[in-house]
């Protein structure tokens, strides 16, 4: 499944007869909102913490952060690129965004400057709000209806 929430088009070159005549499969809320994870780069993310406890540099987890956020635009592009599905440039955005809020939710990066137990409810919060507006975002508006 591409991670672009660009829309398939209508017709599908190479499709066998039975494929071409099939409705397209509707995109849910929900859907759309499971695709702004970066699960792909999250995933990495958490199984590199285990580590993290025998590093002696104190910002590793910055560091981490900071790497898996630069990667989360690449990664887009490059799946873009490889499926022929060009993201929308307020995705790149959404994606960034969620993936530092889910980040943080993991670790907390940011310990040497900002307690962890101050926040702890506000990052729990971001999890679930910052993909749920950003599916609400980068939802698909209504044509705009021809003048009278």
């Given at each position: 499944m591409p991670l672009s929430l660009a829309h398939r088009s209508s017709t599908n070159v190479g499709a066998s007869a039975d494929e071409s005549t099939s409705p397209p499969i509707r995109e849910t809320d929900l859907d759309r909102i499971l695709k702004l994870i970066p699960t792909e780069l999250l995933a990495l993310?958490?199984?590199?913490?285990?580590?993290?406890?025998?590093v002696a540099w104190p910002h590793f987890l910055l560091a981490l952060l900071l790497a898996g956020t630069a990667f989360?635009?690449?990664?887009l592009y490059l799946d873009g690129r490889s499926t022929h599905q060009a993201a929308r440039w307020p995705q790149y955005?959404?994606?960034?965004?969620?993936?530092?809020?889910?980040?943080?939710?993991?670790?907390w990066p940011f310990a040497p400057w900002?307690?962890?137990?101050?926040?702890?409810?506000?990052?729990?919060?971001?999890?679930?709000?910052?993909?749920?507006?950003?599916a609400y975002v980068l939802r698909d508006r209504p044509p705009a209806a021809p003048p009278a």
């Open positions: 993310y958490t199984a590199v913490l285990p580590v993290t406890a025998e989360v635009p690449l990664i955005v959404v994606r960034t965004a969620v993936f530092v809020a889910w980040a943080s939710a993991t670790s900002i307690s962890e137990r101050d926040l702890g409810w506000a990052r729990a919060l971001l999890v679930l709000l910052v993909p749920l507006a950003g």
